[in-house]
């Protein structure tokens, strides 16, 4: 026994402990090669009997101004149908079967990804099978007629799922960006579903799907391997809609315009049943922030995961944002108040913080004061606690968000395709230590002289308008102007 020796203390007479060493960091750095066509391989090694690989595509919604919008939308539809090698979409799950793999392709408005998840000795198939279905897709007029059903139902579906949060991201950045880059919809337009055709995707595609706008990654495979499928599978592949030169790409900067989206709607029905969802009124206010290559995307995302928020039923401690500004002074102050939450959207040239909060439609008035009050506020003190307890949650998600292969796979894609190099988690995380309050008051300071975003769904009767909105986050303390008030 040893009654007298600290928990802290080796114990006398015991020999020393002889730990596994780590292997050297280089190992699992992040290695990009450049093909001769400027397709770019990334990857990252991961222990693992399976891998992730996919192709990303620097193609999205924001590239649509000279075409039908709704084209990303059609492709991410369309993916894994039948292509040149394989006769159907059951093929290439029966084929991706064998390996034990999965698929799925995800659009969104800077960048169309296509991903299979598989065993790693199924590396050269997974990847023929990828640059089939990227470069050779059939597009045939039952698989579009198809696809166009698929979009009508899920627009539908949109307008009726009782979260509104989806609608009210695209209302948001089209008051933001009106009419251009990451403004333009994400969705396809009901009448556009119709008109888009095989001719319209193909002159899309010769475009948008070239190998300077393509980076093959993967995650839990050797870097060589890679190398030598891609090299195998996608150089000098002839696409299916020819090599000759598309539309010229369109390289528009989001230009921000700031801006009001109204949509009434009777949100009393929304969930009906024993237990029926209240009705709602659901705002949402944005203001620029900035792009994700600024040096200042860090604070901004310390900043967001400072407001925090969520709904009012939320369950669970620190872990989940209980401590965060929009529970301890909007969500625990007002038991009227359903939601808010904060949420960040970045991009390769701009960026918009947010704010979405729901309430009964008799409380909008007070809803929007409370909300333009916090970003105010986000301007004043920031307390040494508060600041040390967002970056130490912002740390702790990355980190647990990057233990998953399927995130780890998507963030090498997207950081090669935007910056043809990978930030190692250390080094973000070092980043994020960096934040002093200064930073935070900076940013602010400068996101508050632009002109508010407002999205705005439901009864929206007692809705202020967008000038007293914009005055009231141009005052000292986001309180609507008072004439407004004793209008109201």
């Known amino acids: 026994a040893y009654p007298s020796v600290s928990l802290t203390c080796p114990l006398p007479g015991v020999p020393k402990a002889v730990f596994a060493a780590a292997e050297s960091r280089e190992r699992f ?85 296509y991903a299979v998840s598989a065993d790693a000795r199924g590396l050269d198939t997974v ?30 579906d949109l307008n009726m799922r009782p979260d509104p949060e989806p609608l009210l991201t695209e209302m948001i950045h089209a008051a933001a960006f009106r009419d251009n880059t990451v403004g333009l919809n994400r969705f396809c337009p009901v009448e556009n579903t119709d008109k888009i055709n095989r001719d319209v995707l193909h002159s899309y595609l010769s475009s948008y799907y070239t190998p300077d706008r393509m980076v093959l990654a993967g995650v839990g495979i050797e870097h060589e391997h890679l190398v030598e499928c891609a090299r195998k599978y996608l150089l000098g592949v ?44 659901h705002i949402m206010i944005g203001l620029e922030s900035c792009s994700f290559l600024e040096d200042d995307f860090i604070p901004f995302a310390v900043l967001n995961m400072m407001m925090g928020g969520g709904g009012s039923f939320s369950a669970g401690g620190p872990g989940k944002g209980m401590f965060t500004r929009l529970y301890l002074n909007v969500l625990n102050r007002h038991h009227w108040m359903y939601n808010a939450t904060s949420y960040h959207h970045s991009y390769e040239d701009t960026g918009l913080l947010c704010i979405h909060a729901s309430a009964d ?34 740390k702790s998600m ?91």
């Not at 009997?49 to 084209?71: D, M, P, W």
């Not at 990828?130 to 009508?152: C, H, K, N, W, Y």
């Not at 308008?465 to 209008?487: C, M, N, V, W």
């Open 238 to 281: 002839e696409p299916v809609w020819g090599s000759g030169q598309g539309r010229a790409v369109d390289r528009s900067v989001a230009q921000y315009t700031g801006g009001i989206i109204k949509v009434e709607k009777d949100m009393s029905d929304v969930s009906l049943g024993p237990t029926p969802i209240p009705e709602l009124t």
């Open 29 to 113: 750095e992040t290695r990009v090669t450049v093909l001769e066509n400027g397709l770019r391989v990334a990857s990252q090694n991961k222990f693992g009997q399976f891998c992730t690989v996919g192709i990303l595509v620097n193609s999205g919604s924001r590239h649509e101004a000279k075409y039908l919008s709704g084209i990303s939308h059609f492709l991410e539809k369309l993916a894994f149908s039948s292509t040149a090698q394989f006769g159907s979409k059951d093929e290439i799950l029966l084929t991706l079967e064998k390996h034990g793999g999965i698929c799925d392709c995800q659009a969104s408005r800077d960048t169309i990804m």
């Open 127 to 156: 990847v023929n099978l990828l640059a089939d279905v990227t470069l050779q897709p059939r597009l045939s007029d039952e698989e579009i007629e198809m696809t166009r059903m698929a979009i009508r139902f899920e627009l539908e």
């Open 398 to 488: 990355l980190m647990m968000n990057l233990e998953s292969r399927p995130v780890i796979f998507e963030d090498v894609g997207r950081q090669v395709l935007a910056t043809n190099t990978r930030k190692l988690p250390h080094e973000l995380c070092a980043l994020i230590s960096q934040v002093k309050p200064t930073d935070i008051k900076r940013v602010v300071t400068k996101m508050l002289h632009k002109k508010p975003a407002v999205a705005a769904l439901g009864d929206l009767t007692d809705l202020p308008t967008y000038e007293h909105i914009q005055a009231a986050l141009s005052s000292k303390d986001g309180r609507l102007p008072r004439l407004y008030r004793l209008f109201r």
């Open 361 to 394: 439609p008799k409380q909008v008035r007070e809803m929007v004061e409370i909300i333009t009050r916090e970003f105010i506020l986000m301007a004043g003190a920031v307390g040494e606690v508060e600041l040390e307890r967002a970056k130490t949650q912002l």
